[in-house]
């Protein structure tokens, strides 16, 4: 925790998210979750150990949405923002399709974390899509992670399976495995898991390989009290009430409200038929359905279509006109003030949903002192549990919603305690203040768990966030090769710790024998390994290596190994290395001049037979296949742009042909006395330094020509 308190990054990836005027219902991902982070990340900010809070989310430029989602930043109140970082394609897409375009989203965070100059001491993420991005983020900045899974992929699974829905139609339209994989991803680099009930830590996390309860924070989410409180006493008609009264031949009396999104699960046609078939009900209250935002029916997705137009099919079929209220739009202020409606008219708060893990709405009712019926599930029995106000059902039996509703509607001393029992329990078990004591409690156990780690491995967490500058050095010959110097420059480089100093090495050597070659020479572990000619590069984590996955991913570009090695066959004087020096992205040959055709020409042929590769020739004996993506110096410039840092402002040493692409461009080059031939050609290139002495000694030379322990002018 740093001295000014706790800096919280919160993760939510898809939907449109906006503090002002919040377009809940608006589509599937504009739901119940972007009212928990945006709630949570206020009220964090509220607490006095917290200093400052982001939440993280997608950048959305498209002309179909408000212009609110294309601005990086809004704030939510005092100490939390919402900040908008621009990944994957620019217009608003579903969150099934993000799927190949979250790795740019852990590096714009990254980006996010060097402009503000502030590592979290805590990443929490939200649904499988940010836990994917929490859990990379925090790895790589060795921070801990909490996730919040809001719903999950195999509960889902579980369902639409039940339902007769075929495997690959649900992994055609949700992509239901890659959202599992995240799911388990995250849960197994969560410090915790936080989840609002117990139904849902031992009905739906169990089912999970990373199930690990002693992780799990059962704690419920809170309602913003300030918007939802009990009606005044007058009788009141604000202008939503006049919308109702459209539909409604008397509007004043008592509501049964229903409010969730036009979806099969939320039941609301079993709703519609238990209040068409009983005349009772009907002459004690309206119906009134709030079931998101629509302007053309026909124009909505298939689902809400199904449901909305069964919805007018049972209104019709009933002849419930005059009494049902099914109003067209509705703004996000409105919602609170329907609840007091509601409340006002002595109604009732009915949630039939299939099932309800978690049943924000009936603790909104609860907190406007609307009595509730509600489905027999995890979050409702929780709510109904600690309120006390109203009672249990089964979804699909019709008469049991009927009994129910008049129970509650005609007992009228039942009523008013059922009311202000709600109201109670609402303050004291659901209130987001209440919530975020718990949850900082865990958040400080955590972080001295892992400060503790840290010490124990008596190593400092990575540098790379903060560092201002960078020495990149190749290993061989350039940094180790002349003990003297090299313990000089480690020296060097321990004395200006307190410069924002990052250092890594860039070799050809796989990353087990890079690590051997470091510890014989006595060399500390740098804080990143560009390893096998630049396929591959790792983080130094503060108990293991972290291996970077979006740089496979990103270099495995028309990458056809096989067909490299049967051309390569075909020249006489090239011969494979050993086994261990053959990577997923590295082919190595030993190269015999004195036989093989010129390295010019061996390119050439690959090149006709539409092999796409990056040929690297080095020593005057070595030649390495990789794709045309890796090199040394794209795995340079990679983790500059990765991590933010201006090319200006990294070192490169090196000796050899493998080393050239990385000396070349921006970035400051330093050539070692002992290089090899081909790199003579750099000679009187700009920003390359060749230096008169070999080795580390040459590096330090080389640093001190760019003042790199100064202000590092060039
Ligand atoms: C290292 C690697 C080898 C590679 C060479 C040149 O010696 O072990 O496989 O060919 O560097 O990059």
Known sequence: MSENGLYIQLISVHGLVRNQDMELGRDADTGGQIKYVIELAKALAEHPDVDRVDLLTRQVIDSKV??????????????????????????????????????????????????????????HSHYADAGYVGAKIANLLEVPLAHTGHSLGRDKLRRLLDRGIKQESIEHEYRISTRIDAEEYALDNAEFVVASTQQEVNDQYSYYDNYNPDRMLVIPPGVDLERFYPPKSRWFTPPIFEELSRFLKQPRKSIILAMSRPDHRKNIASLVHAYGKNIALQETANLVIIAGNRDDIQ????????????????????????????????????????????????????????????????????????????????????????????????????????????????????????????????????????????????????????????????????????????????????????????????????????????????TGRYIESTIKTL???????????????????????????????????????????????????????????????????????????????????????????????????????YLDILPMRASKGLAVRYLASKWGFHPERIVVAGDAGSDEDMLSGETLGIVVANHSAELNKLKGRERIYFASQECAAGILEGMAHYNFFGSMKV
């Open 66 to 123: 408000s212009d609110d989602y294309a601005q990086p930043e809004e704030e939510i109140g005092p100490g939390a923002k919402i900040i908008r970082l621009p990944f994957g394609p620019k217009r608003y897409l579903r969150k099934e399709v993000l799927w190949p375009y979250l790795d740019s989203f852990v590096d714009q965070a990254l980006k996010h974390i060097r402009k503000i100059d502030r590592v979290p001491d805590l990443v």
């Open 299 to 506: 124009a909505m997705e298939k689902g809400p279509q199904e449901v909305l137009n069964e919805l007018l099919y049972l209104i019709d079929k009933y002849d419930l006109y005059g009494k049902v209220a099914y109003p067209k739009h509705h703004q996000a202020d409105d919602v609170p003030v329907i609840y007091r409606l509601a409340a006002k008219s002595k109604g009732v708060f009915i949630n039939p949903a299939l099932t309800e893990p978690f049943g924000l709405t009936l603790i909104e009712a609860a907190a406007s002192g609307l009595p509730v019926v509600a489905t027999e599930d995890g979050g409702p029995r929780d709510i109904i549990g600690h309120c006390n106000n109203g009672i249990l059902i089964n979804p699909l039996d019709i008469e049991a919603i009927q009994l129910a509703l008049l129970d509650v509607l005609q007992d009228r001393t039942a009523w008013q305690k059922r009311s202000k029992s709600g109201i109670k329990g609402a303050h004291r078990y659901f209130s987001w203040s209440g919530h975020v004591k718990t949850y900082l409690k865990q958040v400080k156990k955590v972080l001295r768990k892992s400060s503790t780690k840290r010490k124990i491995a008596r190593r400092r967490t990575t540098r790379l966030p903060m560092s201002d500058r960078i020495l990149v050095c190749d290993v061989d010959n350039t940094l180790v090769g002349d003990a003297e110097s090299l313990e000089e420059l480690m020296r060097c480089l321990q004395e200006s710790q307190e410069k924002r100093i990052g250092y890594g090495i860039a």
């Open 519 to 621: 510890e014989k020479w006595h060399v500390p572990m740098p804080d990143f390994f560009i390893t096998s000619v630049g396929s591959e590069i790792y983080y130094n984590g503060s108990s293991r290596l972290i291996a970077d996955t979006s740089w496979g991913r990103h270099i495995d570009h028309r990458w056809d190994p096989d067909a490299a090695r049967n051309l390569m066959q075909t020249f006489k004087g090239v011969k494979l290395q050993s086994k261990e020096e053959q990577r997923t992205f590295k082919i190595s040959y030993f190269y015999d001049p004195k036989v093989a055709p010129p390295v010019a020409d061996i390119r050439k042929e690959l090149r006709q037979n539409n092999i796409h590769v990056n040929v690297v020739f080095s020593h005057g004996m």
